[in-house]
């Protein structure tokens, strides 16, 4: 796994963090307190001089795991996070995992259409499969959600601006060019606090985290970060062979972020 520049991703997420807060009116950042998202947290704290300018909107299936809702608590504090909770249904849908599919996009469309937030901060990366790396550092959607990637605005020499209509908003992806290994050697560079459930314990740990319902553990012995970068650097696991809902067909996935899915 090759690792990047860590000051020049930096450098860059903390240039694009910034030209959202100045270019859009109401701006959010979504949190799951997974590595990429707290990555994300720790990135726009040190953009605005160690506080948070917005809310960060974490959406609860009510079944995350016990690790996470109590890192969760502990960090919005330690951290003086704006943290919005909203609560998501869990009932059938058409990527056949009611827990973390199309339910939480309409969790979150809710709270849009009640808080007016413009742009929303997210932090999926290129790497992680096929679908987001079609993804834009600033990728509108229209009013329903909607996302489509043959239509995207063109990035060129750092403009990220883009056009909404009256009611629509743009994903802002601020850690697209980091690659996994590059998450964990910045998390080891400015040491951010991170679930503990990605450490091992009896010779298992998570490498990505979703819910309990759709995540499982994977033979580790990777204790603390450096464990982890080490591990990194021989295997041939994909990141997130653990997560069921990316074993669909990439179809499925691609309708879904199409439709708005985070």
Not at 91 to 102: D, N, R
Not at 158 to 184: A, C, M, Q, T
Not at 206 to 215: A, D, I, P
Request: overall charge positive; hydrophobic content about 35%.
């Amino acid at each position: 796994m090759i690792q990047q520049d860590i000051n020049e991703l930096e450098e860059r997420s903390i240039f694009i963090i910034r030209e959202a807060k100045s270019k859009f009116k109401n701006v959010a950042a979504l949190w799951s307190m997974g590595k990429d998202s707290t990555t994300m947290i720790a990135l726009a704290r040190k953009a605005f001089l160690g506080k948070v300018p917005f809310p960060v909107i974490h959406i609860d299936n009510g079944i995350d795991f016990p690790e996470t809702y109590k890192f969760r608590a502990e960090l919005a504090k330690k951290w003086n996070l704006d943290l919005i909770v909203v609560e998501s249904e869990i009932k059938p849908e058409m990527s056949g995992f009611a827990c973390c599919g199309a339910n939480k996009t309409v969790a979150l469309k809710k709270l849009m259409e009640e808080r007016g937030f413009d742009a929303l901060i997210v932090s999926i990366r290129r790497d992680e499969h096929g679908i987001r790396a079609k993804e834009r550092y600033v990728s509108p959607r229209d009013r329903n959600f909607k996302w489509s990637y043959k239509d995207q605005p063109a990035e060129l020499w750092n403009d990220y601006s883009s056009s909404l209509d009256s009611k629509g908003h743009v994903r802002v992806h601020p850690l697209l060019d980091f690659n996994e290994i590059d998450i964990w050697n910045y998390i080891k560079k400015e040491k951010v606090p991170i679930n503990p459930l990605y450490f091992s314990r009896n010779g298992m740990r998570y490498r990505s985290l979703g819910c309990t319902h759709c995540t499982t553990a994977i033979k580790s012995n990777a204790r603390n970060v450096d464990d982890i970068i080490k591990e990194l650097g021989t295997t041939t696991t994909e990141e997130r062979a653990g997560r069921d809902q990316d074993k669909e067909k990439e179809y499925v996935m691609q309708k879904l972020r199409s439709l708005g899915y985070m």
